[in-house]
């Protein structure tokens, strides 16, 4: 068959080959794994927001049948030693992290006291037999009394509560901004919220007394960081401790650091020499597994009277929570909102100031879109604003605006480089599907019948499949930016490729086998993937940033192709013709222009296990296996326009997406059916972001949500029929021209979706400011609204 005739492998909308497994209830979660004789675990967790531990009393508890052990910081410090997020950033704070709370409590939820059994029901019995002794101490819950000065230090050794701060600044912003014929700005509110994964966070630590090893079986999305720290932390060689990340029930960033209770987890199973479990119950979840999105930010816009972008001010204040979490420390989130802020806009002069600051609530950390929901958010309300005030349409605004053509590669103001991608075609592409004039004519004649109708776009860039030029996180020392794939033909035929990433619902054995299958020229089903074991690779951290595909994808191409050239070479030698006259495709090899072929599996007998078929010289540096490491520097851009339609009902104020269209970006796609699925996803959870998902903390810092009655989460049928385009055009920066989208969805929707709110309340001059938009709120903006008109 001719080369360019041949079906591509690449680009197929293969079926996923996870499904089978997960759809039939055979899938392998942590909490399915039983061991023998295993331990379980318990954690007595603090009742107070900030607190003195005065006393713990576990006598009678530990007196309770089937106890086998009841353990306090005391204990676990001289077997652990503390975790520290470090960062190289300028008057950074880190905060030490250890197993268990010491002395001092600093957030509802944190755990204090663990109980060790042979069950868990025996286990959650002692905790209501523990008794802990408190000395309340002033609650810091409110994120701008806590960088006053005024309020009293979560962490008494350091001299602030901001941990982080930083400032970028480009262009003559005040001088540009004092010129500007059309100014708007606001105060800006998102919520915090968090990842409510399907399955909750699960640890199990299994013993080999044999070797004296640990195996931990995590659910978590960086075996290899977490195998990295754990090492440090229980001071044992490396060879000894092995992480694995199997089946894994979503992600999202809640499951992409380093939690207490895993040291815990594993620092028992190394002291008791027995296996060890603990799995989260959902208001342990909802308590304690890191939060996100919770920022106040300031900005102003500023326009010339044609609609051009002059500058652009920010000034965002991150509520970072207790701790600063390792690894990825109190910057990741605050830091990336001012640093992606601009957009996908020509912007000259741009300033943004950013500080981090502790209180007395859960840890922040890594979620989809990591900064990214908060600063389109932002932009895009703006624009949205300034497009109100100059009469202009929202979409030629943006249009005129973005980064085009030959102006790529394209620094933006606080440093990120945009290499290439199609911003105006995404926008284009999406009032398209909508006939967008129609659209707003509909739109006309529905407010003339009483109806809030609105329509928001948001259009947003952002960085992925970042390389080594810098970390996924700002500071920090760890490097994020490489990945590396193993790939063997072994003496059966079989191809089984492995890496270190693992895998939460990205679909990743399908994709990475349809990359090596298409570069080796085998079918998808011949290849196996293994993904998710800090064993198999020297080095890894895992999956999250959008980086799977690219830097995963980019490492799997050099490997396969790689063996391809080992395969060519081995069986050009077997059939006695130049190298040039080999051909593998469809898995067999093949002597162009002839009959002549052999399967893998006859080329692998042939190399490793039959005698004389080739000399001791050529048999000595002959093997069907290569390992390549992949960094792709800078990473690359991906970008999108998201278009929502809404309508709002004027009596219980619930909002109903009508219409969703997502254009986006994400260069050559590797399968369709997997980018429509994140994509959906991924929108899924930006219109919890904008509508209904809100962690709430009272003054004392009690969680007010901790349950799925309260925690709202949207449904499917909250979730409206979304159309997904792509410009699908290659990026210019990485190998294979992918882009990572994991995270895209989450990113526009919640701009869009407060446009089309804002745009429906238009006539009442509301603008929306607050994300989530609850019923209550758009109630009391409402009311405020009718009770101004009266006036």
């Known amino acids: 068959m001719d080369i360019n005739t041949r079906p591509k492998i690449i680009g197929a909308r293969v079926q996923r080959r996870e499904d089978p497994r997960l759809l039939t209830g055979n899938g392998a979660f942590v909490d399915d794994r039983q061991v023998p004789g295993m331990l379980h675990l318990a954690f007595r967790r603090s009742d107070f927001g900030h607190a003195k531990i005065l006393k713990i009393d576990t006598e009678e508890a530990a007196s309770m049948p089937g106890i086998i052990g009841i353990y306090t910081a005391e204990t676990l410090n001289e077997i652990t030693k503390p975790v520290i997020a470090f960062s190289n950033m300028k008057d950074y704070q880190a905060t030490p992290i250890r197993a268990l709370a010491q002395d001092v409590v600093r957030y509802v939820g944190e755990p204090v006291v663990v109980v060790v059994a042979e069950n868990r029901y025996l286990a959650e019995d002692a ?27 979560v962490h008494e050794d350091l001299k602030s509560n901001i941990l982080v701060a930083r400032e970028f600044e480009r262009g003559e912003v005040d001088e540009a901004m004092s010129s500007a014929a059309i100014r708007v700005k606001g105060r800006f509110r998102s919520r915090r919220k968090t990842a409510v994964a399907m399955e909750t966070r699960s640890y199990l630590a299994e013993f080999e007394k044999s070797s004296q090893s640990l195996t931990l079986h995590s659910s978590t999305q960086i075996p290899g960081i977490i195998r990295d720290a754990l090492v440090d932390i229980l001071d044992i060689p490396g060879h000894r401790l092995r992480v694995v990340a199997p089946d894994v029930g979503g992600g999202f960033g809640g499951k992409a650091s380093l939690y207490p209770e895993e040291i815990v987890v594993t620092a028992l199973s190394k002291l008791l020499k027995r296996s060890v479990k603990w799995t989260s119950d959902r208001m342990e979840d909802l308590m304690s597994t890191s939060q996100a999105f919770d920022e106040i930010i300031d900005a102003e816009l500023g326009l010339d009277s044609e609609g051009n972008l002059l500058a652009l001010s920010a000034d965002v204040l991150g509520d970072v929570g207790a701790y600063s979490i390792y690894p990825w420390t109190a910057a990741l989130e605050p830091i990336q909102v001012v640093s992606f802020m601009p957009g996908p806009y020509r912007l000259a002069n741009y300033r943004g100031k950013v500080r981090g600051v502790a209180t007395n609530k859960p840890p922040t950390g890594p979620y989809r879109g990591v900064g990214r929901p908060a600063s389109t958010f932002v932009m895009e309300r703006l624009m949205d604003m300034a497009a109100g005030k100059l009469g202009m349409d929202p979409a ?6 973005f980064v085009v053509g030959d102006e790529f590669p394209y620094r933006i103001g606080s440093g990120i480089v945009w290499d290439k991608s199609e911003f105006s075609e995404c926008l284009n592409k999406a009032t398209e599907k909508l006939d967008y004039e129609t659209l707003r004519e509909k739109q006309r004649i529905a407010r003339s019948q009483g109806r809030l109708m609105g329509i928001g776009i948001a259009s947003y860039a952002e960085l992925t499949g970042i390389g080594s030029r810098i970390s996924a996180a700002p500071g920090m020392p760890i490097n994020t930016g490489t990945e590396t794939a193993r790939i063997r033909v072994d003496s059966s035929g079989s191809v089984i490729a492995y890496f270190g990433v693992a895998s939460h619902g990205q679909s990743l054995e399908t994709t990475l086998a349809q990359v090596v299958a298409e570069e080796m020229g085998v079918k998808v089903e011949d290849v196996e993937v293994v993904l998710g074991d800090s064993a198999v690779m020297a080095h890894s951290t895992g999956t999250y940033a959008s980086r799977s595909a690219v830097l995963a994808g980019g490492a799997g191409t050099l490997a396969a192709r790689a063996v391809r050239e080992k395969i060519v070479e081995a069986a050009s030698l077997l059939f006695e013709v130049p190298a040039e006259e080999i051909d593998v495709y469809d898995g067999l090899i093949h002597v162009s222009g002839t009959n002549r072929k052999m399967d893998l599996r006859e080329l692998a007998r042939a190399v490793y296990s039959e005698m004389g078929r080739f000399t001791k010289e050529v048999r000595e540096n002959l093997d069907l296996e290569a390992t390549k490491l992949y960094d792709p520097y800078f990473g690359t851009t991906t970008s999108a326009s998201h278009i929502a339609v809404v309508d709002i009902d004027p009596e219980t104020f619930k909002v109903k997406i009508e219409q969703y269209v997502v254009s986006e970006d994400c260069g050559r796609m590797i399968n369709p059916l997997v980018v429509d699925g994140q994509v959906h996803g991924g929108v899924a ?9 809100e962690v709430i903390h009272d003054e004392n810092g009690q969680v007010v949500t901790a349950s799925l009655v309260d925690y709202l989460v949207p449904s499917s049928c909250e979730v409206p029929t979304i159309d997904v385009l792509h410009a699908d055009t290659r990026s210019p920066s990485t190998i294979g021209g992918f882009r990572g989208m994991g995270e895209g969805g989450t990113i526009g929707a919640p701009a869009a979706i407060a446009n089309a709110v804002a745009d429906a309340l238009a006539p009442f001059g509301i603008e929306i400011n607050e994300i989530p938009i609850s019923p209550e709120r758009l109630y009391r903006l409402i009311e405020k609204a009718r009770n101004s008109e009266k006036d």
């Open 127 to 153: 905790l209501n037999e523990i008794f802990i002794d408190y000395e309340p101490l002033e609650n810091v819950v409110d994120p701008e009394y806590a960088a006053s000065g005024d309020a009293v230090l």
């Open 396 to 401: 030629e605004l943006r249009l005129k605006n």
């Open 685 to 693: 959870q930006g219109i919890g972001a904008a509508l209904y998902e």
